[in-house]
């Protein structure tokens, strides 16, 4: 049974710091692409940032480039978002994804997970 199980979430003061982990489960993580996204209220989803399975570029959207850090532990099957210098505008619900293209002899599965979210309020 796949699971993206996310925490870390919580009220921080504009300028302060968060962890968000996510833990996963039921599949093998060092294959796939993990990402973080969010999701403000009345706003579409977004992407946050986002690292491939093995090498490659990290991607981040350019609102939190140089304050945001994605990372993961292949070891321990989590993926990490450093949120530094946090601003009224981060405020959303944060959303883990995991993503990679298996293939089960010659029929192809677009594997594409998504954790329950956790909430992260910026506010003085």
């Known amino acids: 049974q796949v699971q993206l199980v996310e925490s870390g979430g919580g009220l921080v003061q504009p300028g302060g710091s968060l962890r968000l982990s996510c833990a996963a489960s039921?599949?093998?993580?060092?294959?796939?692409?993990m990402s973080w996204y969010r999701q403000a209220p009345g706003k579409e989803r977004e992407l946050v940032a986002g690292m491939p399975s093995s090498g490659g570029s990290i991607n981040y959207a350019d609102s939190v480039k140089g304050r945001f850090a994605i990372s993961r532990d292949n070891a321990k099957n989590t993926v990490y978002l450093q949120m530094n210098r946090l601003k009224p505008e981060d405020t959303a619900v944060y959303y883990c994804?995991?993503?990679?293209?298996?293939?089960?002899?010659?029929?192809?599965?677009?594997?594409?997970?998504w954790g329950q979210g956790t909430q992260v309020s910026v506010s003085s």
């Open positions: 039921g599949f093998t993580f060092s294959d796939y692409a």
């Open positions: 994804n995991a993503r990679a293209l298996v293939y089960v002899g010659p029929v192809k599965y677009d594997n594409d997970y």
